[in-house]
């Protein structure tokens, strides 16, 4: 088994690191070890993949900005290399699915104000490059909302469910889902 983790430190009162990490467990999940650090001082949430043929991902959301960079290790996991940016700011946490036809599909939330919803992006060479951003739903009236997750259905449908605090349609916090 294999997670994302991160650490959260304060070094100075005016500066805060985190790093992100994948921790792995070698007996189902009774014990972790062997942390590999993906990416330092700036990365909290990661979003992770393993593609078919091996290829690690990870979506990685920075403290700074809250962009997402991108990361990709090909060898299980065991060393990491940052290839960029894939999101603006305010555009995070987020998911990454391999799907049935070999691309890759990124979703994520946008905090942007006036711009809240949920974006994606998909990648047809296991995410060594990206197609332009667009918006999967609009949350229009929202503050808060994101952290979405998709899967895609045995007949090719995708369903990407989200959380919101509020939209015109429904005021209170809900999960959403587009399919």
Do not use: C
Not at 42 to 64: C, F, M, P, Q
Not at 80 to 105: A, F, I, N, T, Y
Not at 121 to 131: E, H, I, K, L, Y
Request: avoid cysteine.
């Amino acid at each position: 088994l294999a997670a994302s983790i991160y650490d959260w430190r304060i070094p100075q009162e005016s500066s805060r690191k985190s790093t992100s990490y994948l921790i792995f467990s070698r007996d189902d999940g009774k014990t972790w070890g062997e942390a590999v650090e993906i990416a330092a001082d700036d990365y909290n949430e990661t979003a992770l993949v393993r593609l078919k043929s091996g290829r690690w991902l990870a979506a990685i959301r920075t403290h700074e900005d809250g962009h997402m960079d991108l990361s990709s290790s090909e060898d299980e996991g065991r060393s990491w290399s940052l290839s960029g940016p894939v999101s603006l700011p305010r555009q995070h946490p987020g998911h990454l699915l391999e799907l049935s036809d070999g691309r890759v599909l990124l979703t994520y939330g946008i905090r942007e104000r006036g711009h809240y919803g949920i974006g994606y992006r998909v990648s047809g060479d296991q995410g060594r490059t990206w197609n332009a951003p667009e918006h999967l739903t609009h949350l229009e009236g929202t503050k808060d909302g994101g952290y979405p997750a998709t899967l895609q259905l045995d007949d090719g449908t995708l369903v990407t469910a989200y959380y919101s605090n509020g939209v015109i349609q429904h005021r209170r916090y809900h999960m959403g889902v587009v399919r």
